[in-house]
């Protein structure tokens, strides 16, 4: 059988700052055919995230980084082409870490096998992929929200922030995001049900806070780091939880992260600060993605997908994260 | 019955920077008689810590700052020489917020009454009172160390960091503790027990952190703050635990504090960074008191006490603990 043509993204320069088009080389090769175990995979989306950035690093990460030369890691979602692996066959939707690339050639077992015919394809690497369970796990299990809590989010606009605050709803939690532009702000207290939202491009963020949550902040779901994780440690409640899921903010830095000044809120609140990884909780996807599902059936938790058309503008596509830009989770059909 | 004299330090001025002698009044009054459910306490050794820095200050925290024209809050161990409370009779030895003075009238209740007969006064401010409790609570439930498990402890000479070294390796843990100056080194290695000692003053931190934690740090027990906080940030192992005890090295700062740049650690480890404060723990101090004086019997645990004598000396002898001039707790002889 004559292979599929396979464009793809390799990385060839590790990034200083933000990612440069000349960070990557973008080649065509015929696609690797499968060998025992494997399967062929003609990717449909690719998801494009924040922790993509710190991949490119060299350096120990909680996961290894792209070596030089590599295809760019990327989850995404496709249909099998060709299998030698037992229990996949053409035409199975899968979702896995397919990279940045056309056809996908990998280990079945490292791929999840999906039932198509219950959502839009992109919504496996949306709301029921790895931005859904971040937000399930991280809010549920390490912010641990009780009914009536103040939950404050950032980056609320975004792929994880958005499903973080509408969990927190669902919880009976009093929700406030941060998110920049009034745009975004109107989107997820008009369309998404948060209680307040704070535009952090034009509030003053400490001043929000105070007016927004009076109360206080007992869980603080942090995407962005930097400036706003400080002013949320300065209004946060006794034993509060601060889920410290990314720090957008930082990932471009060529100068030392900022770390947070108001750390010392930690120490008079007896509050706690914790990080989380997803794939810690790759055992209980089923459950999250079972609840979120649900949820969105009943109409209580919508998700908005940034799709952008065409894998030649990964590099481009994928800055919009990092400019503020992108409005939902940023996929790239491929 | 004539009121004996009562010499005494009243906060006049909020101290900035380091405190200074001008920051109080040091005066003699005639000590208050006590009033119905008081008592009245020849007050014998005072407790000198490093959080009564922040007690000076203006503004919210864990304990309402002393107000200027008040007695120095302490906490103290002395003698009842009158008594018009229930249950407290002249002689009685009792412990609590006697402040800097020599005779401190003072609601019983909120005074502890301590055996004087098992083991010397000082004792009862230092490893059997509240240097003794946020060692044994913040570590062994705010830490929680396992054994095999690698504990790291600043101000490991200090009356709690010395206490936290101990009990960890009653735990069965790896300990290793970072002092300043050969001496305190030699003495936590030597005297205490510990596995290792880092003297910050002329080592490199991350480099003997390399050395003596081979394993990397499973706790983290921070009396200090600042850059060893980052130090031993960049090498927590998975799920690590960072107790927050203290930022000594941040208390005097007159600019902002120094965040932790490392603490995207917390992220890459899924591990916590936790606030601590002893007083959260009052319902079991009779749990942790009777533990710490068991090992104290055993002869497994070690308590060192820097008594001053001379309550006319309290500003210049506070300073000893920013200056890392004291060698274990802290005391003040009245």
Redesign the interface.
């Known amino acids: 059988m004559s292979q599929p043509e396979n464009r793809q993204f390799r990385l060839i320069r590790r990034p200083v700052g933000h990612v440069k088009r000349e960070d990557f080389e973008f080649r065509t090769e015929p696609a690797r055919a499968p060998e025992h175990g494997e399967i062929m995979v003609g990717v449909e989306y690719l998801s494009l995230d924040p922790a993509m950035r710190g991949w490119m690093n060299e350096g ?3 996961i290894a980084p792209v070596k030089l030369g590599d295809v760019m890691r990327a989850g995404g979602v496709g249909t099998i082409i060709e299998s030698k692996a037992d229990g996949f066959v053409p035409g199975d939707v899968v979702t896995g870490a397919l990279g940045i690339q056309t056809v996908a050639t990998l280990a079945a077992k490292d791929c999840i096998k999906v039932d198509a015919s219950l959502a839009p394809k992109p919504l496996f690497i949306s709301a029921l992929g790895m931005p859904g369970m971040t937000a399930y796990f991280g809010l549920l299990v390490v912010g641990e929200p009780k009914s009536g809590e103040t939950v404050v989010v950032s980056g609320a606009a975004g792929a994880v922030g958005a499903l973080v605050g509408q969990i927190a709803k669902i919880q009976g939690c009093h929700v406030v995001g941060i998110a920049g532009g009034a745009e975004k702000c109107r989107y997820i207290v008009d369309e998404l049900g948060f209680d307040g939202a704070i535009d952090y491009k034009s509030d003053s963020v400490p001043a929000k806070l105070r007016e927004l949550c009076p109360k206080g902040i007992d869980v603080y779901f942090d995407n962005v ?1 930097g400036q706003i994780l ?1 002013d949320c440690l300065a209004q946060i409640n006794l034993r509060a939880r601060i889920v ?4 957008i903010s ?1 990932y471009n830095n060529t100068t ?22 997803v794939f ?1 909780y790759a055992d209980r996807y089923p459950e999250g993605a079972r609840a979120m599902a649900g949820w969105m059936k009943d109409g209580r938790l919508k998700s908005r997908e940034d799709i952008v058309d065409g894998i030649e503008t990964f590099p481009e596509t994928l800055q919009k994260l990092f400019t503020g830009e992108n409005f939902g989770k940023l996929i790239l059909k491929v």
Do not use: E
């Open positions: 120990k990460s909680y780091g400080d410290i899921c990314g720090a930082q030392p992260v900022k770390g947070p000044s108001n750390y010392l809120a930690l120490l008079v609140n007896r509050a706690r600060m914790q990080g989380m990884i810690d």
